[in-house]
């Protein structure tokens, strides 16, 4: 079985590279090859992204594509994103290869255009969802029975340290987690709530800023994030999170921190699927203290759920794999 594994990889983002690292074990587990496309060739078994004659080749070379978790059919991030993940869907299909969506999430999609092109991939017998939130999972089963909820991939790898990462020295009152933003200033209320705070980007983008909210609360900053082990024991040091990225929320819910998703639609469809509690969505500050005190009393755990969901999803994806490989 060879297998053609396609994400938002290589660019040092937490949460896709804790998924990258997810399936990875799993096909290294089961001893499945494969190939993963990266910014850039960088050895036997990757392929350039940008190389259209390497992307072909190992399309063609494959027995399947597997897009490995994310909001990879959006276009609220980017219209070139999106019709650069439909096209390598398309090219697939046009070379009969069956392709699977393995933890991930649809849009949203604005343009009527890009709408079109996600209705018709779905809508192709040989697309398989497998659908990390309900509003996705449900838009896809709509349109295609081969679509089930699933976990997201990054789960298998949290179970996988879980034993060592919870013994973690608890060295911080909050760890923030910010995306780009022209205000740095608004972060200042949560020098009233917290006295020892971290600041912890989660993306290269998101650096910038961190340093100006860092500057103005007085506190640390976690800067080199080329390691994402060393980000997760950092995020796992707190012992609370307020993240405006997804998956350090899903951090928190899984280890049992109490956090709050800042500005964040992805965390909020993900969670649906566990909880109706309102506390843990906010979209500013102004309120925050009040939802901390909620959360402290009793954080979300997850863990063993999420480990169950991960468990059943990994094997459904492999028993997929191996009927489309005898097909």
Do not use: W
């Amino acid at each position: 079985m060879k297998v053609l594994l396609l994400g938002y990889y290589g660019y040092g983002n937490f949460g896709d590279e804790l998924m990258r690292m997810s399936i990875e074990d799993f096909f290294a587990k089961f001893k499945i090859d494969y190939t993963i496309a990266l910014p850039k060739r960088i050895s036997r078994d990757t392929v350039s992204r940008f190389s259209l004659l390497e992307m072909i080749d190992a399309t063609f070379d494959s027995d399947m594509l597997v897009y490995g978790g994310g909001g990879l059919l959006q276009d609220i991030t980017s219209t070139k994103s999106f019709i650069y993940y439909a096209s390598v869907i398309r090219l697939s299909l046009l070379l009969n290869k069956p392709v699977i969506l393995f933890g991930n999430s649809l849009g949203p999609v604005k343009k009527a255009i890009d709408r079109y092109m996600l209705r018709s991939i779905l809508k192709n017998k040989k697309v398989y969802v497998f659908a990390r939130d309900l509003i996705s999972y449900r838009y896809a089963k709509y349109l295609n029975q081969n679509a089930v909820l699933s976990c997201d991939p990054s789960v298998r790898y949290l179970k996988k340290v879980a034993l060592d990462k919870e013994k973690v020295e608890k060295k911080y009152d909050l760890i923030l987690i910010p995306k780009k933003s022209e205000d740095a200033e608004r972060y200042n209320i949560l020098k009233k709530y917290f006295e020892n705070i971290i600041i912890c980007p989660s993306q290269e983008t998101d650096i910038p800023v961190s340093k100006k909210i860092a500057k103005n609360l007085n506190c640390e900053l976690f800067e080199d994030i080329s390691n994402i082990d060393d980000v997760l024991t950092c995020i796992l040091s707190s012992k609370f999170i307020i993240s405006e990225r997804f998956h350090p929320s899903l951090v928190g819910g899984y280890f049992g921190i109490p956090f709050i998703s800042l500005e964040n639609s992805k965390a909020e469809r993900f969670f649906r699927r566990y909880t109706d509690r309102k506390e843990i969505f906010t979209k500013n500050l102004t309120d925050v203290g009040e939802r901390i005190e909620k959360v402290k009393k009793d954080p979300i755990r997850l863990k063993e759920i999420m480990d169950k969901e991960a468990e059943e999803s990994y094997k459904q994806l492999f028993k997929l794999m191996i009927r489309l490989k005898n097909d």
